[in-house]
């Protein structure tokens, strides 16, 4: 089991930038694919980003390619989402998300642990 816990949100302007944390507990940080969500109000939970267990791929919804970019220090037990040209439609609380195993990285369904989630607010 793996416990998660998000951090780095809060209010930026629109085209500023913001980078979220994800600290996960315990010693197989590295067993697991890791992937970000997120949901703004009155929507449903949309997947962001994702990265295999070495960090050698990595997938993204359409609409943050170029802008995001998500990476993972094992040796410190860590996923980052770095968030750049930040659009007032990104505002949403923020999720990470750890799987044992994957076949379809952008469905919520298929992870096994969930941070509580960081809100990330962007000001037009």
């Known amino acids: 089991q793996v416990q998660l816990v998000e951090s780095g949100g809060g209010l930026v302007q629109a085209g500023g930038s913001l980078r979220l944390s994800c600290a996960a507990s315990?010693?197989?940080?590295?067993?697991?694919?890791m992937g970000w969500f997120r949901q703004a109000p009155g929507k449903e939970r949309e997947f962001v980003a994702a990265?295999?267990?070495?960090?050698?791929?990595?997938y993204y919804v359409d609409s943050v390619k170029g802008r995001f970019t998500i990476t993972r220090d094992n040796a410190k037990n860590t996923v980052y989402l770095q968030m750049n040209s930040l659009k007032p439609e990104d505002t949403a609380v923020y999720y990470c998300?750890?799987?044992?195993?994957?076949?379809?990285?952008?469905?919520?369904?298929?992870?096994?642990?969930w941070g509580q989630g960081t809100q990330v607010t962007v000001s037009s």
């Open positions: 990265i295999t267990r070495s960090g050698g791929n990595t």
């Open positions: 315990g010693r197989t940080f590295s067993s697991y694919f």
């Open positions: 998300a750890a799987a044992h195993t994957v076949y379809s990285p952008n469905h919520p369904d298929e992870y096994d642990y």
